[in-house]
């Protein structure tokens, strides 16, 4: 099962991956510091959006990286994906310390918006039959640290891959081949 402290974590890693698209204008806020954007998006301007993303239940999970590309460029975009992901086992405390301020930005601003509120109070009860209150959330966020960082990177890539891909998907590698991307 997913822990409070997996949430962190997780969420933690999934700021530092980050995202955006190939329209995004820059700025505060916008991501130009992950590593999707400055790796993937700034670097290959084929791509037309990348993003980390995480699904949490009180018994699983999902964290991965999704992104569109042009046609016929689906191999190196998948490549792409493949080593942002093997990064992860490559952290460095300014990152993780931008990533930590940026989650915590979020979770203030996300009280803002009410709909937002009520489908992130919904889930929490869902998921673990309570509500953790902004100032517990801050808390688990600010017990990230590199170490633990590390053991949840470790166990995500103990877990078994999931690859999807949609539209055109001659040029995507193989299962096979994108596992063992993620073996480096």
């Not at 994906?81 to 915590?104: F, I, M, T, Y």
């Amino acid at each position: 099962p997913w822990s409070s402290d997996q949430i962190a974590n997780i969420s933690v890693l999934s700021k530092l991956l980050g995202g955006g698209s190939s329209f995004s204008a820059g700025g505060p806020g916008k991501g130009t510091y992950s590593r999707l954007y400055q790796y993937v998006l700034a670097e290959y301007n084929e791509t037309k959006f990348a993003h980390a993303y995480q699904i949490m239940y009180s018994d699983s999970g999902l964290f991965g990286v999704v992104g569109s590309v042009s046609k016929g460029k689906e191999y190196e975009l998948s490549n792409l994906l493949a080593n942002a992901l093997v990064g992860l086992k490559h952290l460095d405390e300014e990152e993780v310390a931008r990533s930590k301020l940026q989650l915590k930005a979020g979770v203030a601003t996300n009280l803002e918006n009410r709909s937002i509120a009520t489908d992130d109070f919904g889930r929490q009860i869902l998921a673990y039959n309570k509500r953790f209150s902004p100032q517990e959330l801050y808390a688990m966020i600010d017990k990230v640290d590199l170490k633990s960082l590390q053991k949840t990177v470790n166990r995500l890539f103990q877990s078994p891959l999931t690859v999807v891909a949609q539209g055109e998907t001659r040029n995507v590698p193989a299962y096979g081949s994108i596992s063992s991307a993620l073996t480096k």
